[in-house]
């Protein structure tokens, strides 16, 4: 409601279809009616970029909440429903779901793995560390990502990727090292 309260005339048009997409009883369906690719002529040229940048953040929200009295799997099997949907998104949008998707370690994005591993030794804070199961939520969602569509990266989406697993595995590694002391 708040982002339609702006009156985009590129998002009220769909209006319908993003409530849908927030409707856990109208969810799927509407994931199988309202494509994203741009073949698909769901949505105008002229709207993508303000609508798409919508549905990755409710999709990015659907993927990773945790559903009431969720069945073995169900998780899973709603990531896998998001990640198929996602594959028909263009290179820039799988890169804004990526830098949602892992905002709190965006800044490795830009950076050398050289630069990475040392920047993460000389920030690293034990007492504001990252949980270690937030850590292999991470890991897990990189290796969904890179999954469905690693095969689709150019390399440097890929190496932005890469960076960011690269960040994580330096700050484990600070981790361990601080522990040796």
């Not at 199988?32 to 953040?57: A, C, G, M, W, Y």
């Not at 390399?155 to 002391?181: E, P, W």
Request: charged share 25%; hydrophobic share 40%; glycine share 6%.
């Amino acid at each position: 409601d708040c982002v339609l309260n702006y009156k985009n005339k590129n998002v009220l048009t769909y209006k319908s279809n993003l409530y849908n997409l927030i409707d856990e009883k109208k969810f799927k369906d509407e994931m199988t009616q309202f494509k994203i690719t741009e073949d698909s002529k769901n949505i105008h040229p002229e709207d993508r970029e303000h609508v798409v940048p919508l549905i990755l953040r409710i999709l990015y929200g659907k993927m990773t909440m945790k559903l009431v009295a969720e069945k073995k799997g169900g998780g899973q099997t709603r990531r896998s429903l998001v990640m198929r949907y996602l594959a028909g998104c263009n290179e820039n949008e799988i890169q804004m779901f990526i830098e949602m998707a892992f905002s709190q370690f965006k800044q490795y994005m830009v950076l050398a793995p050289r630069e990475i591993y040392t920047y993460v030794l000389s920030t690293l804070d034990l007492k504001s560390i990252t949980t270690p199961g937030k850590l292999h939520s991470v890991l897990n969602l990189f290796d969904v990502i890179r999954e469905y569509f690693g095969g689709y990266m150019k390399d440097q989406l890929l190496s932005q990727l890469f960076n960011i697993f690269y960040g994580i595995c330096s700050t484990i590694a600070g981790v361990l090292a601080q522990d040796d002391k």
